[in-house]
């Protein structure tokens, strides 16, 4: 789940995107991506690493990240949240499933702690 903060950001990228894209009319090519360079194109990982990035985090008023930090802080957020080991190993590229789960352990024991906790709950009331 995103926090309020996380949220309003993203309300307010949607919303400079749309006006963006009654601006541009035709011109604008929607690749349903969120953030984009002019008229709708992907941004490139020069253009993410030198210069938009820090932009945006900054923009964002979020820890500061590297672009390379990107996936780890998605695949790690992503599991603390319950999505299963295959789904963020897919989203990540992994053609095996025990890379991730080596790679991101630390975030699958606080899972364990968690699960126990419930289940604990459960058990005693």
């Given at each position: 789940?995103?926090?309020?903060?996380?949220?309003?950001c993203?309300?307010?990228?949607k919303?400079?995107?749309?006006?963006?894209?009654?601006?541009?009319?035709?011109?604008?090519?929607?690749?349903?991506?969120?953030?984009a360079?002019?008229?709708?194109?992907?941004?490139?990982?020069?253009?993410?690493?030198?210069?938009?990035?820090?932009?945006?985090?900054?923009?964002?008023?979020?820890?500061?990240?590297?672009?390379?930090?990107?996936?780890?802080?998605?695949?790690?957020?992503?599991?603390?949240?319950?999505?299963?080991?295959?789904?963020?190993?897919?989203?990540?590229?992994?053609?095996?499933?025990?890379?991730t789960?080596?790679?991101?352990?630390?975030?699958?024991?606080?899972?364990?702690?968690?699960?126990?906790?419930?289940?604990?709950?459960?058990?005693?009331?």
């Amino acid at each position: 789940m995103l926090d309020e903060k996380t949220r309003e950001c993203l309300r307010k990228q949607k919303a400079a995107q749309a006006a963006q894209k009654l601006q541009l009319g035709t011109t604008y090519k929607d690749h349903g991506l969120v953030f984009a360079r002019d008229f709708g194109q992907p941004l490139t990982l020069n253009n993410i690493g030198q210069r938009e990035f820090a932009r945006l985090i900054k923009l964002a008023d979020v820890k500061t990240i590297t672009v390379h930090d990107l996936p780890h802080t998605c695949a790690t957020l992503a599991l603390k949240e319950g999505v299963p080991v295959k789904v963020v190993s897919e989203r990540l590229g992994h053609k095996r499933i025990e890379i991730t789960l080596n790679v991101y352990a630390h975030a699958l024991s606080s899972m364990q702690q968690e699960a126990a906790a419930k289940l604990g709950k459960l058990l005693h009331g």
